[in-house]
Nanobody
Framework: QAHLRESGGGLVQPGGSLRLSCAAS????????MAWYRQAPGKQRELVAG???????KYSDFAKGRFTISRDLAKNTLFLQMDSVKPEDTAVYYC??????????????????????????WGQGTQVTVSS
């Protein structure tokens, strides 16, 4: 089972940037697809972006063109570069992974998307607040 620790959140002005990190520990994590999620107050957790072990990303519509997901396999670390942030990006951001999220690109990303609601284990997350 993976142990995940998110960091890098904070208060940022609209239009600003943040870089989130997710340090993952556990056997074989470099073989897992991973993803970033977020949960705003009163809303369900949702997928922000996912990435395969080969580095192919997928972004939710609200993240396209503004956020960039990347990973360092050697360090088992996942990143989310957030640019041009908006007040509606305010949320707690989490990373997660599951060994079952594998196969074709479509199957992998569908699985990662479903984790937003189905996963039982989550880290503490990192709070991102976008406000002037």
């Amino acid at each position: 089972q993976a142990h995940l620790r998110e960091s890098g959140g904070g208060l940022v002005q609209p239009g600003g940037s943040l870089r989130l990190s997710c340090a993952a520990s556990g056997n074989g994590l470099s073989f897992n697809a991973m993803a970033w999620y977020r949960q705003a107050p009163g809303k369900q957790r949702e997928l922000v972006a996912g990435i395969t072990t080969g580095g192919t990303p997928k972004y939710s519509d609200f993240a396209k063109g503004r956020f960039t997901i990347s990973r360092d396999l050697a360090k088992n670390t996942l990143f989310l570069q957030m640019d041009s942030v908006k007040p509606e990006d305010t949320a707690v951001y989490y990373c997660n992974t599951d060994r079952s999220c594998t196969g074709t690109y479509y199957a992998t990303m569908t699985c990662l998307s479903n984790l937003a609601q189905s996963a039982d284990d989550w880290g503490q997350g990192t709070q991102v607040t976008v406000s002037s």
